[in-house]
């Protein structure tokens, strides 16, 4: 069935660039996802890439897609305080239904 | 653009008692709305597909019965937790489903607290 991992925590510090990873499963998305989840709140779509593409940059934001490997990875540059929250990785099926990864929490120390 | 609203944002009520969940796009229409549970600290959980004009499709596990889905518009679909239980406590949250960009917008999300 499908499936997607991510590690559950990370911690970096102010300034310095944060990656972080997920593994999916389903071969036939077409689009891989990331959101972002604070504290007692909804989830807010930071970005999406297609399948057919390697890499996505916006702004702050690079996606990376090795669909080989059915890795996806997003890296946050400069990441702030502000940035500390979950992150979700998910994979589009059938129907346009998401299935997501656990979450990782990401912590910005000052 | 793309907004999601839900209502309420939080409700405790007692066991027993059934509660009901609005989820709406703002400015914009959904033949499909989805919806999720989340316990504390854990990923979100797909509970059923909601589609204008005909029946939800729920997910394995799901209690239909108990987890009522009316899509009322391309703009409303609506969560009813019957006979909520202590257990049923947990964070709700909605999507709305736009085709031409296969991406879902989220609501805020409800907390539903049963005692």
């Known amino acids: 069935g499908e499936d997607v991992e991510q590690s559950l925590f990370l911690s970096v510090r102010e300034g310095d660039s944060s990656v972080i990873n997920c593994t999916y499963t389903d071969s036939s998305s077409t689009y891989l996802y990331w959101y972002k989840q604070e504290p007692g709140a909804g989830l807010q779509l930071l970005t999406y890439?297609?399948?057919?593409?390697d890499m996505k940059q916006d702004q702050r934001l690079t996606v990376l897609l090795n669909k080989k490997d059915k890795h996806l990875s997003l890296r946050i540059a400069d990441t702030q305080t502000g940035d500390s929250a979950i992150y979700f990785c998910a994979e589009s099926i059938r129907g346009g239904k998401l299935i997501f990864g656990q979450g990782t929490e990401l912590s910005v120390k000052p | 653009g793309a907004v999601v609203s839900q209502h309420p944002s939080w409700v405790i009520c007692k066991s027993g008692t059934s509660v009901k969940i609005e989820c709406r796009s703002l400015d914009f229409q959904a033949t499909t709305m989805f919806w999720y549970r989340q316990f504390p600290k854990q990923s979100l959980m797909l509970m059923a597909t909601?589609?204008?004009?005909?029946?939800?499709?729920?997910e394995q596990g799901v209690e239909k019965d108990k987890f009522l889905i009316n899509h009322a518009s391309l703009t409303l679909s609506t969560l009813t937790v019957t006979s909520a239980h202590p257990e049923d406590s947990s964070f709700y949250i909605c999507?709305?489903?736009?085709?031409?960009?296969?991406?879902?917008?989220f609501g805020p999300g409800t907390r539903l607290t049963v005692l």
């Open positions: 999507s709305a489903f736009i085709d031409s960009t296969d991406t879902q917008y």
């Open positions: 909601s589609n204008e004009g005909s029946k939800a499709t729920y």
């Open positions: 890439i297609f399948s057919n593409m």
